[in-house]
């Protein structure tokens, strides 16, 4: 099976007839960023630059959650008698 590529009717196809473009993350502001990473379709069809550039901004995304979590977690472990045993303080009760 041979496959032949073919042009759109009309024109070439561009991300501008979509309707998106893709700005370098460097010129995107958080909202866009978060926007970005919280819906799954957008990146699925790029490749080459676009792709490497939405790897990218995973890699961060997926940081900056895990730093978010980390924070997150030391209260819990100080109030936990693991919290006790490795730092060797354990904070009152709350009332």
């Known amino acids: 099976m041979k496959l032949v590529p073919i042009k759109a009717k009309g024109s070439e196809m561009t991300h501008h007839v979509h309707g998106h473009e893709m700005k370098p993350a460097s010129q995107m502001s958080r909202w866009e960023k978060f926007r ?6 957008v990146g699925m069809e790029h490749t080459g ?5 939405m790897a990218r901004l995973i890699g961060l995304d997926i940081r900056q959650k895990f730093f978010f979590a980390l924070i997150l977690s030391v209260p819990i472990i100080l109030y936990l008698p693991l ?6 303080f354990q904070p009152p009760a709350p009332p």
């Open 83 to 88: 919290g006790k045993f490795i730092f060797g």
């Open 36 to 41: 970005m990473s919280m819906t799954m379709t």
């Open 49 to 53: 630059v676009a792709g490497r550039e």
